[in-house]
Each structure stands twice: as structure tokens, then as C-alpha cells.
């Protein structure tokens, strides 16, 4: 049996890979997301100049 280092070696991937969990998003941060997301949604072919402020 290996260690998780040594796993971790064989593949080329970090020890920090290994042991990462990620978090689940919250609620409100999905929120601000979907908002950032909105006028890009309903405008796609805009650039930023004719984009109107949030």
C-alpha cells in the first residue's frame, strides 16, 4: 500500500489535489452570481460599453 504522497507522484497530480474537498456554493453567492450573469444572458452580442450599470 502507498502512501498518499507517493499516489499523488505516480500521475503527476499535487498532494493538495489529493486532499481537496471542494465547498458547496451558498445560496446567496449563487444569487450574486445569476445576477452578474443576467445582462450578458440577455445581451450577449454587447460589449461592455453598451451595458447598462446593475
Known sequence: ?????RQALAPGISRGGVYYHPRPVSEADLKLM???DKPHMEFPFAGRKARKPI
Open 1 to 5: 500500500k502507498l502512501s498518499v504522497s
Open 34 to 36: 445569476r445576477r452578474i
